[in-house]
């Protein structure tokens, strides 16, 4: 029997929904790893706009810590040296300052986990390290992405890291499930706003809302301008936290996946708002990127749409037994090959392998050059990916 990992997360935010969409997916990652039997401890910058909106401030999988500035990371200093594995997310505040700090620290396997890659990418190339600096990657023993594709190769040849593996969303799929409940709109968004984002979701919402007016919408989501003019059919939520995301998602005949502009360049990126709808068997209408396709089967697991006439289409003329039929196709997919379950087993595989690997080689890791750390990761690896 295998032991548990002691793990510690470094993320964004794990008590706080509000204006992001790391915390549903660390939500659904960290309670596949406790099932799993792992100790896990998120360490969480304690930010004022969290503070005010925390939907989760105690969890039951995990132990949560805040802290505040890098210097507070200081108090888990023995957590984080003795962990078998110790991860730092995208976005974290100060996280260049951070990711050095536990280069330095970590005695296990070092990983990033990029939930934002293609921006993450993009910042880095116009010399923005807000969280993180390129010579820091090869520091960390495996890049998990939230982008796969080619994303991969570039990330290890490009900017080299020693080992680049896709580490899709996923969604807990006891939670999210059918419930039966009456549906009251044809077609529903859930999403923070995002200036790039804007311009999809006005061509494939509102301009169908507007020609569409005996049909019902919604856009549910926070820090929309107040200066947008929404069409008199659609309704507005601020906000609906994770807890009610099932019950939205089940109230809409159709829901709409809107990438954002960075994600859609770079491909294979779903987002986790995909796989929860597809959980709850609501056909998705997505605009299209490349890499989609090898996610949900097209016309069979998920609607693509290019214009508003292609919305316009499904929703008027799309037979009922077909939409459910879609709907369902893309549960049984997500089953399958993407609840949290399968995502844990993946990273487990891929954490107890790198854990190995450089247990094997401890006692010349002291010896080497470069990354935060002095310590050697042997020779490079060839890119490798876990499906």
Known sequence: MTRPLRLVFIGLSLSSSWGNGHATTYRALLRALARRGHDILFLEHDQP?????????????????????????????????TADAVIVGSYVADGVAVSAWVQAVADGVTAFYDIDTPVTLAKLERGDFEYLSPD?????????????GP??????HRYGAVEAHPLYCSVDTETYRPDGAPQRYDLGYLGTYSPDRQPTLEKLLLEPARALPELRFVVAGSQFPRDIRWPANVTRIEH??????CGFYNACRFTLNVTRADMVRAGYSPSVRLFEAAACGTPI???????????????????????????????????????????????????????SDRRAAGLEEVLRRRIDELASRRPVRAAATGGGRGRSHGPRPHLRVVK
């Open 285 to 339: 209408i997505s605009d299209h990127w490349s890499g989609i396709e090898t996610i949900f089967t097209p016309e069979a697991e998920i609607c693509l749409a290019r214009d508003s006439g292609d919305v316009v289409e499904r929703l008027t003329r799309c037979p009922e037994p077909l939409r459910r039929s879609i709907g369902e196709a893309a549960r049984r997919r997500v089953l399958v090959e993407h609840s």
């Open 240 to 245: 609906v936290p994770p807890s009610g995301h």
């Open 136 to 148: 820091l990657i090869p520091g960390f023993d495996l890049y998990l992405s939230f982008t796969g």
């Open 151 to 156: 994303t991969l190769a570039h990330l290890v």
């Open 49 to 81: 706009w969290y503070a005010e909106n925390r939907d989760l401030p105690d969890p039951d999988f995990c132990r949560l810590e805040l802290y505040s500035g890098p210097a507070g990371l200081t108090a888990w200093r023995e957590a984080v040296a």
